[in-house]
C-alpha cells in the first residue's frame, strides 16, 4: 500500500512540469561567471542565455540565477556538499542517500535529475534531503558573502546578537516581564531598572558576558543574507504551486526547508582570539562562527531519526500532526514532516528511484543498522575472503623517521544477496 501511494505521487509529478534544483550539484562551474573584487557589472543578455540552460531551475530560481548570477556556482558548491552528508550518514543503512539519476526532458532542455525521485515524494527520506540541501545553501552563500563574491553582501559587521542586545538597551523590559519570561532561568542583558544586578553574571565591555572584555572583530558569518537567499531560492516556487494546486507537498517541502535553514542559524556559535602581552588574554576580538556543515548533517540526523512526525493538511494553510491524539500539539520548527511512509527499499525499484540493497556491503555481527540480517532484508548474504596488507609494529627512529612492517591478514567481507 504504501509503495502504491508511492508510485502515485510519482506518476502526479511525471504529469507535471517536472524541475530539480539539486541537479546543480553535477553542474561544471567553470561556466559560470566568476566575480571580480570591485567590479561587478553584468552582460543581462548573456546571463541569460546562460541560466537558461540550468533546466533544472524552476521559473523562480531562473530569475535568481539571472539578477545574482554569481551566487549559483555557491549554491552549487553548498548542493554538492548536502548530498555528500547525507550519503555519509546514510551510508550504511538501506536507504543511502543516492540513486541511478535520469536525463530528464523539460520544454526548455535535459537535466541530470539526481536523487529527483526522493525529492518528488513526501517520506522521511526526501524530508532529510529537502533539509540537508535547504542547510548547504545556506552555508555556502553565506561563506559567499564572506569572500567578497557578492555585491550586495559581506561580513556581518554587527551580530545579530549584538543588534539584539542594542535593543534591549533601549527598550528595557520591565523586572517582571523577565521574570516571567525566564522563569528560575538566565536574563537577557542588561539588567532593566528595579532587577538587581547579581542576577548577572560579569560583564564585557560591550554588554556582552564572557571572562573579560571583548569586541566584535574578524569577519562575522552573514547567516541572515543566507538565510534569505535560500528562503527565496526554495521557498518561493513552492509558496505559488501551494497556491495554485493546494498540494500538502508544497507545505511540507517548505517546512522542512525550514528545519535546514534553523539548524545552522540555532548553533552559530561565538569565537573569540585572543591579544595581550606573552600570551595573555587581556583583551579578545570575536566573531560569530556557523557550524561546519558536517556537524549540520549529523543534527539533522538526529532529528529525522527522533523528530520526525506524519502529518496532513489542515485550513489555513497549515500542517497538523496526523495522530489525532497528538493534533493540539503544533509541529515544532525542529521536527521533521512527512507525508508517506517509506517503502522498505529492500527491492530494487526503478520507477521509484529505489536501488535495492542487493550487493551492499554488511557487517554480520553488528547490532546496528548496518547489520546483515537488516540491511540485507532476510535473503542473506555472501561471504568472501579478501586479503590486505596493512602497516603494523611501526617504531620511531633517531632521527627522525618512523619505520613499519608490512602485516597480511586474511579479512572476511559480507555483501547482500
Not at 548577572?200 to 554588554?207: D, E, F, V
Not at 596488507?389 to 579479512?411: A, G, L, M, R, S
Amino acid at each position: 500500500m504504501r509503495l502504491l501511494l508511492l508510485l502515485l505521487m510519482l506518476l502526479q509529478a511525471a504529469l507535471a512540469v517536472v524541475y530539480n534544483w539539486l541537479s546543480l550539484a553535477l553542474l561544471n562551474t567553470s561556466t559560470l561567471p566568476i566575480a571580480e573584487r570591485g567590479s561587478m557589472l553584468i552582460d543581462k543578455a548573456h546571463y541569460e542565455g546562460l541560466c537558461a540552460h540550468l533546466t533544472g531551475l524552476n521559473p523562480v530560481q531562473q530569475q535568481i540565477c539571472t539578477s545574482h548570477p554569481f551566487s549559483i556556482p555557491f549554491v552549487s558548491r553548498g548542493l554538492r556538499d548536502a548530498i555528500y552528508e547525507c550519503q555519509q550518514q546514510f551510508k550504511m543503512e538501506r536507504w543511502n542517500c543516492s540513486d541511478r539519476y535520469e536525463i530528464m526532458k523539460t520544454p526548455y532542455g535535459y537535466f541530470h535529475d539526481i536523487l529527483g525521485k526522493t525529492l518528488r515524494t513526501t517520506t522521511k527520506e526526501s524530508s532529510y534531503l529537502a533539509a540537508i540541501a535547504s542547510a548547504g545553501i545556506v552555508y555556502a552563500v553565506t561563506k559567499g558573502c564572506n569572500t567578497g563574491n557578492f555585491s550586495d553582501c559581506g561580513c556581518d559587521s554587527k551580530p545579530a546578537l549584538q543588534r539584539h542586545l542594542e535593543a534591549i538597551e533601549l527598550n528595557p523590559p520591565s523586572a517582571a516581564a523577565l521574570t516571567s519570561m525566564h522563569p528560575g532561568g538566565p536574563v537577557p542583558y542588561p539588567p532593566p531598572p528595579g532587577m538587581p544586578s547579581s542576577a548577572y553574571p560579569p560583564m564585557g565591555s560591550n554588554g556582552m558576558t564572557g571572562n573579560g572584555p571583548f569586541s566584535w572583530g574578524g569577519c562575522s558569518d552573514n547567516v541572515g543574507y543566507g538565510v534569505r537567499y535560500a528562503r527565496k531560492f526554495l521557498d518561493e516556487f513552492e509558496r505559488q504551486e501551494f497556491n495554485r494546486t493546494s498540494n500538502v507537498q508544497h507545505l511540507v517541502a517548505m517546512h522542512n526547508h525550514f528545519v535546514g535553514r534553523e539548524a545552522i542559524v540555532q548553533n552559530v556559535r561565538k569565537h573569540c582570539r585572543c591579544h595581550g602581552v606573552s600570551g595573555s588574554c587581556e583583551f579578545k576580538t570575536c566573531w560569530l562562527q556557523m557550524p561546519k556543515m558536517k556537524d549540520v548533517a549529523e543534527l539533522l540526523k538526529k532529528r529525522y531519526d527522533n523528530f520526525a512526525v506524519q502529518v496532513t493538511k489542515r485550513a489555513k494553510k497549515r500542517l497538523r500532526r496526523k495522530e489525532r491524539s497528538e493534533r493540539a500539539t503544533p509541529i515544532r520548527g525542529n521536527e521533521m514532516a512527512f507525508v508517506v511512509r517509506s517503502p522498505t527499499y529492500c527491492e530494487r525499484n526503478d520507477t521509484a528511484g529505489i536501488l535495492g540493497t542487493a550487493g551492499r556491503d554488511c557487517v554480520h555481527d553488528s547490532l546496528n543498522a548496518d547489520s546483515c540480517d537488516l540491511l540485507c532484508c532476510g535473503r542473506g548474504y555472501n561471504t568472501r575472503i579478501e586479503r590486505q596488507v596493512t602497516q603494523c609494529n611501526c617504531k620511531f627512529v633517531w632521527c627522525c623517521q618512523v619505520k613499519c612492517k608490512e602485516c597480511v591478514d586474511d579479512v572476511a567481507l559480507h555483501t547482500c544477496k
